[in-house]
């Protein structure tokens, strides 16, 4: 089984801006999620044979709350979208200074913002990492960016890269995956711990 959970909340003050690889810590509120889920999974003697998070601290601090007796793998493969120049500025920004640029990342997956990664390139990153993840045998905690989330799911349900963003993982919100059968089956997406 793998649980894949998207990190905690971040600070207000982000709210409606492109966070992508910048390093932003939880917030209480964040911390507080990451301790519902540590006791959820105590409470329902859930045991990680392995934990694997990105290695930005949102996820770190997620994960170690979360998993404190398992050896956690931070891997920069399981970061979230390079946003390049895009990154820190709030959408709505981006949409009036370059509504040409925003379209065509909407629509065409190879489109590269400047300095930051293409769908394509993100989804090359992501995907060698996840295949080696569902081949460990055991039970899994990933946790990571909601870019990273949808990549993976996509990724099971062979969805083409424009269908991204049609899913919006929460904060700290829980997808559960049965790995073992056959097709893959998602079995929960965006649960919480109460």
Same mark, same amino acid.
């Given at each position: ?14 709210n409606?801006?492109f ?6 810590p939880?917030? *209480?509120?964040?911390i507080?999620?990451a301790?519902?889920w ?11 044979d ?5 290695d930005l601290s949102?996820c770190?601090?997620t994960a170690?709350?979360?998993a404190?007796y398992?050896k956690i793998?931070?891997?920069p493969?399981l ?8 990154d ?5 920004e981006?949409i009036?200074t370059h509504p040409?640029e925003w ?5 065409d *997956? ?5 300095g930051?990664e293409?769908?394509?390139?993100f989804?090359?990153?992501v ?6 993840i569902?081949?460990?045998k055991g ?18 349900m062979d969805?083409p890269?424009?269908?991204l963003?049609s899913l ?8 559960t995956i049965?790995?073992?059968k056959?097709p893959?089956?998602?079995k ?7």
């Amino acid at each position: 089984m793998i649980y894949l959970l998207r990190h905690g909340k971040l600070p207000d003050f982000y709210n409606g801006q492109f966070i992508g690889q910048t390093d932003i810590p939880l917030d *209480p509120q964040g911390i507080e999620q990451a301790k519902n889920w540590a006791a959820f999974f105590s409470k329902q003697n859930i045991k990680f044979d392995f934990a694997f998070s990105s290695d930005l601290s949102r996820c770190k601090k997620t994960a170690e709350i979360i998993a404190p007796y398992t050896k956690i793998n931070f891997w920069p493969a399981l970061r979230e979208i390079a946003l390049g120049e895009w990154d820190g500025k709030e959408r709505r920004e981006i949409i009036s200074t370059h509504p040409a640029e925003w379209e065509k990342r909407g629509k065409d *997956p190879a489109y590269t913002p400047p300095g930051g990664e293409s769908l394509v390139s993100f989804y090359s990153r992501v995907t060698p990492a996840i295949d080696e993840i569902f081949d460990a045998k055991g039970t899994k905690l990933i946790v990571t960016h909601a870019g990273v989330i949808r990549c993976i799911i996509c990724r099971i349900m062979d969805s083409p890269l424009t269908r991204l963003f049609s899913l919006e993982p929460q904060y700290a919100g829980l997808t559960t995956i049965d790995e073992n059968k056959n097709p893959v089956l998602i079995k929960g997406f965006n649960t919480k711990p109460y």
